[in-house]
């Protein structure tokens, strides 16, 4: 059966899981990087860059980010995560953050206020632009998938917002030992043990600590 997935979601210890001030220059927003120094030395980041550099680190991080994509049959995104475009799209020259080969290779249902055409993208991505809000975009990803999982990729408000309606069925965090003092909070106002959710485990790696969060079946 299908889950609802986050994956591979860096977050500070004071509870951010993105900077300050997104803009093209900083798409993560201020310091927000600093959240994906677990991931950048891994072996599953290097072979995404392409650039034949480094082989990439196998160790646990490496591990944690392979569970990320394995099973994965498509992707919900906020807008926010697709790009920097604000309101209604001027034309359909932004093609997202990642070049003609995004990392999905997987059906994307982006959240968004403002209908566009599907986009389709090498590498077997193919961008699905839905306006009626999480839980279309939750049906359709889910029929997209089929009997794999479904991954929520961020923004962080997409996140909270899932985990609000309790659709969320494991939460993966690659807690970061960084104090960001500002961004965006994944947690603020939230009441996780209220929605159901619980600590199951946790996995020691490299750079980052990562914290599984289950939601009980009710």
Same mark, same amino acid.
Do not use: K, V
């Given at each position: 059966m299908s889950r609802l997935l986050v994956r591979s979601f860096g977050v500070s210890l004071d509870g951010f899981a993105? /900077?300050?001030d997104q803009s093209l220059a900083h798409p993560l927003g201020v310091r927000g990087p600093e959240l994906m120094d677990w991931f950048v030395p891994t072996r599953v980041w290097q072979q995404m860059l392409k650039t034949g550099e +480094? &082989? /990439? *680190? +196998?160790g646990i991080d490496n591990e944690m980010a392979e569970q990320g994509?394995? *099973?994965m049959g498509a992707w919900i995104l906020g807008r926010n995560m697709f790009g920097p475009v604000r309101g209604p799209w001027p034309d359909d020259q932004w093609k /997202? %953050? %990642?070049g &003609? *080969?995004?990392p999905y290779h997987v059906p994307v249902f982006v959240l968004t206020h403002h209908a566009r055409a599907p986009l389709t993208? !090498?590498?077997g991505t193919t961008f699905h632009f839905v306006t009626g809000g999480i839980h279309e975009?939750?049906? !359709?990803a889910k029929a997209a998938a089929g009997a794999r999982d479904v991954r929520v990729g961020g923004g962080v408000a997409t996140v909270r917002e899932y985990l609000k309606a309790r659709l969320? &069925? *494991?939460l993966h965090l690659a807690v970061r030992p960084v104090l960001l003092g500002q961004g965006e909070a994944l947690f603020a106002g939230l009441d996780l043990p209220a929605l159901g959710y619980r600590c199951e485990r946790q996995v020691a790696g490299e750079r980052a600590t990562h914290m599984f969060l289950r939601r009980d079946t009710p």
């Open positions: 993105a /900077g300050p +480094t &082989d /990439g *680190e +196998t994509f394995a *099973e /997202g %953050w %990642w &003609d *080969e995004p993208m !090498q590498g975009a939750l049906a !359709q969320i &069925d *494991e």
